[in-house]
């Protein structure tokens, strides 16, 4: 099975490095420096054990900027993008999650 997963973040590393011991990943960001360091072996961000099954664990991982790279041939998609709350408005901003949504 093929997942993208979208976002690098806390959310998006734990959820793919858990998911590429079993199935094909293709992680999407569109910040270049997460998508090299993925594709070089390390997290993008600072955990022991994401670090750890990086280093260790044969994982089906690969990161990319471009979406129909990542979306190709996938059965499932998680978007883990930024929602941060506005303390002002009592909401939160979805706008990097209706980006991912708009694609399909």
């Known amino acids: ?4 997963v979208v976002g690098m ?7 793919a490095v858990l998911l590429a011991r079993k199935h094909q990943v293709c992680m999407l960001d569109i910040l270049q420096y997460k998508v090299d360091k993925v594709n070089s072996g390390y997290s993008t961000i600072n955990d022991t054990e994401i670090d750890h099954y990086m280093r260790t664990e ?3 991982l690969l990161a990319t900027a471009d979406p129909q790279v990542a979306y190709k041939n996938c059965n499932y998609v998680i978007i883990a993008t ?15 999650v209706e980006s991912v ?3 399909f």
């Open 1 to 4: 099975m093929k997942i993208a």
């Open 58 to 60: 044969s994982l089906d």
């Open 9 to 15: 973040g806390y959310v998006g590393m734990s959820l």
């Open 82 to 96: 930024p929602t941060d709350f506005s303390p002002l408005t009592h909401t939160f901003d979805t706008a990097s």
């Open 101 to 103: 949504v708009k694609f």
